[in-house]
């Protein structure tokens, strides 16, 4: 995988009850454990949010709040094509997809459920195929309060 291929990945992390929103290196957005690591040491009271966008053919959301690491993968299929999605269901220990999978999500739909978006409503921003990876972040960075900066940001990184 190229990080070309990375649309974006962008790092949100509250620090003294704000949210900051970071550009992380696209080489992140390649790995899974590399991105974990890139989110550990971040400071948070709340964890480190990580978002990446692939090829505008799926996202991760990866959280991380000391040694506790939380993932989501928006389509498991991804991990046939994808090592970032390979890696990703890797950590969660599922078993690799086949090709004859439909399209669904992975990992931990209340992620953050506990920043204000349900596992319900983050199900159903996965589940909607017309919907680019690049919208169902930024909906999601909209509900957890960090909507415009994310996308300032995101819409930097695309010139």
Same mark, same amino acid.
Request: proline share 6%; with cysteine.
């Given at each position: 995988?190229?990080?070309?291929?990375?649309?974006?990945?962008?790092?949100?992390?509250?620090?003294?009850?704000?949210?900051?929103?970071?550009?992380?290196?696209?080489?992140?957005?390649?790995?899974?454990?590399?991105?974990?690591?890139?989110?550990? $040491?971040? $400071?948070?009271?709340?964890?480190?949010?990580?978002?990446?966008?692939?090829?505008?053919?799926?996202?991760?959301?990866?959280?991380?709040?000391?040694?506790?690491?939380?993932?989501?993968?928006?389509?498991?299929?991804?991990?046939?094509?994808?090592?970032?999605?390979?890696?990703?269901?890797?950590?969660?220990?599922?078993?690799?997809?086949?090709?004859?999978?439909?399209?669904? $999500?992975?990992?931990?739909?209340?992620?953050?459920?506990?920043?204000?978006?349900?596992?319900?409503?983050?199900?159903?921003?996965?589940?909607?195929?017309?919907?680019?990876?690049?919208?169902?972040?930024?909906?999601?960075?909209?509900?957890?309060?960090?909507?415009?900066?994310?996308?300032?940001?995101?819409?930097?990184?695309?010139?």
């Amino acid at each position: 995988m190229t990080e070309s291929a990375v649309d974006f990945a962008v790092v949100a992390y509250r620090d003294d009850g704000e949210w900051q929103v970071e550009s992380l290196p696209t080489r992140v957005g390649t790995d899974a454990e590399a991105l974990v690591d890139t989110l550990r $040491p971040l $400071p948070s009271d709340t964890g480190s949010i990580g978002l990446v966008s692939v090829d505008e053919d799926f996202f991760v959301i990866a959280r991380v709040l000391g040694p506790e690491v939380r993932l989501l993968l928006s389509d498991v299929t991804a991990a046939t094509e994808w090592p970032l999605a390979s890696g990703v269901v890797d950590l969660l220990d599922l078993p690799e997809p086949d090709d004859e999978e439909d399209r669904q $999500p992975a990992g931990d739909l209340g992620i953050i459920a506990d920043l204000g978006v349900s596992a319900m409503d983050l199900g159903v921003v996965c589940d909607d195929p017309e919907v680019y990876p690049d919208e169902a972040l930024s909906d999601i960075a909209r509900r957890l309060g960090f909507g415009q900066q994310f996308d300032e940001l995101v819409d930097a990184v695309a010139v």
